[in-house]
């Protein structure tokens, strides 16, 4: 199984998934989905996810461009 960058980023700065969710207010399976890439974040999401891990909202939407790129082929 290939790493999963934005979960490891995430797990870098709250204990649990679930712990993120409660911080931007997000329910556990909407972050769960998002971050397991099930489901395609938008551009708000991913701004989100930057300002709750102190990361720039570009690299955050770079890393998920990776992830669906890396289904694809």
């Known amino acids: 199984m290939r790493e999963n960058k934005i979960r490891g980023i995430i797990l870098g700065r709250y204990s ?3 712990a993120f ?3 931007v207010k997000w329910s556990r399976q909407k972050a769960s989905s998002i ?3 099930k489901q395609e974040p938008s551009l708000d999401d991913c701004y989100v996810i930057a300002l709750a891990v102190g990361r720039d909202a570009d690299e955050i939407a770079s ?3 990776q992830m ?3 289904k694809c082929v």
């Open 35 to 37: 971050i397991c890439g």
């Open 21 to 23: 969710a409660r911080a």
């Open 63 to 65: 890393i998920f461009l």
């Open 16 to 18: 649990s998934v679930s």
């Open 68 to 70: 669906k790129t890396q």
